[in-house]
């Protein structure tokens, strides 16, 4: 079964800090997707990134970045010069690939609070 | 491009009574998901439609439960005879086969007294 672990329940900093979110897995498929959503105070979720398994290279977009360790099964989130408009729930979630049913199994979510 | 809406917004409803989400997709996505959330936690999946087929229903959705695609479009989820263990943010997504990303709509949060 497929598991996704935030450890980090809350975590605050002070803008123009740097800060990572962490995110460890659990699949036994070789073929899989890893997502970050955001979820900022008005409730929706916002997509962020889809990686492919296959695919081990590091992403930036312009203050985000993606660390994806298959080696450590993590794919890890750090925003660069925090921005009080970074402030929200992080969520880190895994699809398997079955039959193109791409459903996702979330992680119960980081809160970020960036302190002005 | 209009993203993923969802009505209504919010519901109020008194345990036993019957309830109707809608959500329409963004219109090129033939991937449809319900997911729903409660406080502090990850949403959960619920169903899944391909076009106008249910292709897969967790475990969580029980028989009170239903969902339909028809024609591949807009969907409906449908609980009846709510219980107050259905309050939670119900929320629906959807993505194109070519890029598999989902993307949220605003969600239903419905209350159950």
């Known amino acids: 079964a497929q598991k996704v672990t935030q450890a980090q329940t809350e975590i605050s900093v002070v803008e123009k800090e740097d800060v990572t979110l962490d995110c460890v897995y659990e699949?036994?498929?070789?073929?899989?997707?890893l997502f970050w959503y955001k979820q900022p105070p008005s409730g929706e979720l916002v997509f962020l990134i889809r990686?492919?398994?296959?695919?081990?290279q590091n992403e930036i977009s312009g203050r985000y970045s993606w660390n994806f360790q298959k080696s450590t099964s993590s794919f890890n989130f750090t925003i660069t010069a925090s921005q009080v408009v970074d402030s929200a729930v992080y969520f880190c979630?895994?699809?398997?690939?079955?039959?193109?049913?791409?459903?996702?199994?979330f992680g119960t979510g980081t809160r970020l609070t960036i302190i002005p | 491009d209009t993203g993923v809406s969802q009505d209504p917004r919010h519901k109020i409803t008194k345990r036993g009574q019957n309830v109707t989400f809608r959500c329409d997709p963004i219109s090129e996505h033939n991937r449809l998901y319900w997911y729903r959330q409660t406080l502090g936690q990850g949403p959960e999946f619920l169903t899944y439609?391909?076009?106008?087929?249910?292709?897969?229903k967790s475990r969580l959705l029980s028989d009170r439960f239903s969902a339909e695609r028809p024609k591949g479009s807009f969907s409906t989820l449908e609980i009846q005879r709510t219980e107050q263990g259905d309050s939670a943010m119900y929320l629906c997504a959807s993505s194109h086969e070519a890029s598999g990303a989902q993307y949220f709509g605003p969600g239903t949060r419905l209350l159950v007294l």
């Open positions: 979630a895994l699809s398997e690939r079955n039959f193109g049913n791409e459903k996702l199994t």
């Open positions: 439609f391909q076009n106008e087929a249910q292709l897969e």
């Open positions: 990686r492919n398994s296959f695919d081990e």
């Open positions: 699949t036994r498929d070789t073929t899989y997707y």
